[in-house]
């Protein structure tokens, strides 16, 4: 895996990530010592800044490396991509806007804040917490192993992967230790410009150098690869992967509390309209780089990446490095270290919201100084970078399927915040969503394939019928729901008003 | 609305225009999955020099996106 223009490409990624380290400097400069600034940046996020924070954060490593090896190796079933995509910028506005009318009105700062008060239940709380935490630190992970391979290719195999991922990450927790959400935002604002740019130009590049235009890469597949033109896995997976995507990974905390720092609802309903067309349209360019390095690979034209490089997930890094200038592929590796830590960031700093504020000063019951909830708030960044580093160490599998995993589990969210946010006439009850959750969840563990295994489950149990164990443990939680809610205590009649009656005036009005 | 009780739910459309929108989502959103996408997954004939699954869905994800900016323009609140 020698590459001679290691030395420049390195030194362009690097320049990169000073820069981006001088961005969380100045945000640090401007922070306010209190906990709504450090978490939720006093909820003054404009469009713009909110626009790029938000595409920036769903994609991850995920969607400038995962999407380019997928591509790879299973072909044009990525594409499947786009039905997620629309999902989850849409639900900016329709899940987004009531989290934010909801979170300002009541101080809100996580998921739980919200959900423990319309259940009116501390355990929630505790549970909504946990589950959280839990299902982030792999995919805070994933974003260490994409920064692992990208250093190691772009290196040459000078930098191991371990030195790679602990380096890069030590330095996007330093600037979300040091300049909280502020930082996290204004280095995103950056990165997800900088990524979406990269990504097409290297896409159009690698396609026009080794094939003369992306039409021919198609076509030359056609001839010698077919199968990767077509769809092959089962339509339940697909379906399966276009509910987890969206609605579980905005489920996670770092999704669900950007919407709270929205200036106003206004911002958020346009954000639905148009973050769908960025969240989409950058997979374009991720599968002509995926699909070139199918067709290089079988006309013999580069090395098989997986045993040259031992991951899928190098498929972006392998095709650069061996197909353009080193200058080319520095600046277009720092655009994918770009959406590993403008996720990773903000991922640290959500788990370290959860921990802090519904562990420690709710159920902890603190009655603390601001200073030292954003003292308490930075020591979690620390121990988030230090999990997900481990786990990152001992490569717990392929991004795609880490990633799926974590949405699985926020999923199970999905039925206590719809019973919070959407008014209906059947009410769902504190008893049911708390065994909704740990249902859903422990099947989610038990039915998805890789945990599955290791947990012993017989083969033919895992992933059944081709659907995810995640939408498994998404049914059976439904269920549980409807069932218990039908004989458990329902939340009071002032905690209805105070959320349905809340949303009902603020959207549609007083008259209605 | 009394005592907290919602007399509309806020899972169904009150508007026409409500409605519309989401027939024409779901519509397009039921283009790009089985029992459609089955009958449409083969990569030839190939359509603007695409493969002819990944145009279809390329096809539907636009007017998805366009339902998106419609809707916020028409239809949601705020």
Same mark, same amino acid.
């Given at each position: ?12 990624? $690097? ?19 209190? $906990? ?160 979406? $740019?990269?990504?097409? $130009? ?168 601001? *200073? ?9 960044? @620390?121990?988030? @970078? ?26 199970? #969210? ?40 290791? #947990? ?37 009649? *002032? ?8 949303? *009902? *005036? ?7 | ?78």
């Amino acid at each position: 895996m020698e590459y001679a223009g290691w030395p420049i490409a390195l030194a362009i990624i $690097i320049v990169y990530i000073i820069l981006v380290g001088i961005l969380g400097y100045f945000s640090f400069k401007k922070l306010q010592i209190n $906990i709504e600034d450090y978490f939720l940046v006093s909820r003054t996020a404009g469009f713009l800044i909110l626009y790029f924070t938000i595409v920036a954060t769903y994609h991850s490593a995920y969607a400038l490396l995962t999407s380019c090896g997928v591509f790879y190796r299973v072909g044009v079933f990525f594409w499947a991509a786009g039905t997620w995509t629309f999902l989850t910028g849409i639900l900016t506005y329709l899940f987004g806007a009531r989290m934010w009318y909801l979170g300002k009105k009541y101080g809100y700062i996580t998921p739980a804040d919200l959900l423990a008060d319309y259940y009116e239940s501390d355990f929630l709380r505790g549970l909504v917490a946990i589950v959280l935490a839990i299902f982030l630190i792999p995919y805070m992970a994933v974003q260490a192993m994409g920064l692992g391979y990208i250093f190691n290719v772009a290196s040459g195999g000078h930098i191991p992967y371990i030195a790679g991922t602990w380096i890069l990450l030590f330095i996007v927790a330093l600037y979300s230790m040091a300049g909280g959400l502020r930082a996290v935002y204004w280095t995103d604002f950056l990165q997800g410009i900088w990524m979406f $740019i990269a990504i097409w $130009i290297a896409g159009i590049f690698v396609a026009v150098k080794l094939f003369g235009s992306v039409g021919n890469v198609f076509h030359t597949l056609l001839e010698v690869k077919p199968q990767l033109l077509s769809v092959h896995v089962p339509y339940t997976y697909w379906f399966s992967l276009g509910i987890i995507f969206s609605f579980g990974i905005v489920m996670q905390p770092h999704l669900w509390m950007r919407y709270y720092t929205a200036r106003d609802p206004h911002t958020l309903k346009w954000l639905g309209a148009t973050t769908p067309i960025y969240l989409i349209f950058i997979y374009v360019p991720a599968g002509f780089v995926g699909l070139t390095a199918a067709a290089a690979v079988a006309k013999g034209m580069i090395p098989e990446i997986i045993k040259t490089f031992g991951s899928q997930d190098a498929t972006l890094p392998a095709l650069l490095t061996r197909t353009a200038p080193a200058w080319f592929t520095g600046i277009f590796l720092a655009g994918a270290s770009a959406a590993a830590m403008s996720t990773a960031d903000s991922q640290m700093h959500a788990f370290s919201a959860v921990v802090t504020r519904d562990l420690y000063q709710k159920l902890g019951k603190k009655d603390v100084t601001q *200073e030292t909830l954003v003292r308490q708030g930075r020591i979690w960044v @620390f121990v988030s @970078f230090l999990l997900a580093a481990i786990l990152a160490t001992f490569r717990p599998g392929i991004i795609f399927d880490i990633v799926a995993f974590s949405g699985a589990g926020a999923l199970q #969210l999905l039925p206590a915040t719809l019973g919070a946010i959407y008014p209906f006439r059947f009410k769902f009850t504190r008893a049911a969503i708390i065994w909704g959750i740990i249902v859903g969840s422990i099947i989610t563990l038990l039915f998805t394939k890789g945990l599955g295994n290791k #947990l012993g489950m017989p083969a033919h149990w895992l992933n059944p019928w081709g659907f995810h164990g995640g939408m498994i443990g998404l049914f059976v939680n439904f269920i549980v729901v409807f069932i218990l809610s039908a004989f458990t205590e329902k939340p009071s009649e *002032e905690t209805i008003k105070k959320f349905h009656g809340y949303l *009902e *005036e603020m959207i549609y009005g007083k008259e209605s | 609305m009394s005592n907290g009780v919602i007399k509309k739910s806020h899972l169904i459309p009150r508007t026409t225009g409500g409605w519309i929108l989401l027939i024409y989502i779901l519509f397009c959103y039921l283009m790009t999955q089985w029992p459609v996408l089955k009958a449409v997954n083969k990569a030839v004939p190939f359509v603007l020099g695409m493969p002819f699954v990944y145009a279809w869905l390329t096809f539907w994800y636009i007017l998805l996106v366009i339902g998106a900016i419609l809707a916020a323009w028409k239809v949601w609140k705020p």
